[in-house]
Nanobody, 126 residues
Framework: QVQLVESGGGLVQAGASLRVSCAAS????????VGWFRQAPGKEREFVAAISESGGSTFYADSAKGRFTISRDNAKNTAYLQMNSLKPEDTAVYSC???????????????????WGRGTQVTVSS
């Protein structure tokens, strides 16, 4: 079983960049694929990006393509979400999630993931 803790959120102005991190503990991190999701006030949680166990494959929501980059460092047991050109509509709680079963799974679905962090708040002011 893996435990996930997000960090790096904060308040930034539109157009700025921010990197949020997802630190894992309790199990071999390289066994798990990782996804990032976000939930804005009054909205449902939505998929942002995902990365395979080795980092060799990545997946993005259309809203994230070209602006966000997901990565991981298995030696540091940490996954990252680099967010550039932030917009006010990116304001949300960003949560990471992990799963050790990815065969034929849709990485954009919340039900694919078994482990979740509590999230970190990202606020983008206009």
């Amino acid at each position: 079983q893996v435990q996930l803790v997000e960090s790096g959120g904060g308040l930034v102005q539109a157009g700025a960049s921010l990197r949020v991190s997802c630190a894992a503990s309790g199990s071999t991190f390289s066994r798990y694929a990782v996804g990032w999701f976000r939930q804005a006030p009054g909205k449902e949680r939505e998929f942002v990006a995902a990365i395979s166990e080795s980092g060799g494959s990545t997946f993005y929501a259309d809203s994230a393509k070209g602006r966000f980059t997901i990565s991981r460092d298995n030696a540091k047991n940490t996954a990252y979400l680099q967010m550039n050109s932030l917009k006010p509509e990116d304001t949300a709680v960003y949560s990471c999630a992990a799963t050790d079963y990815t065969t034929n799974q849709d990485m954009s679905l919340m039900r694919t993931y078994d482990y979740w962090g509590r999230g970190t708040q990202v606020t983008v002011s206009s």
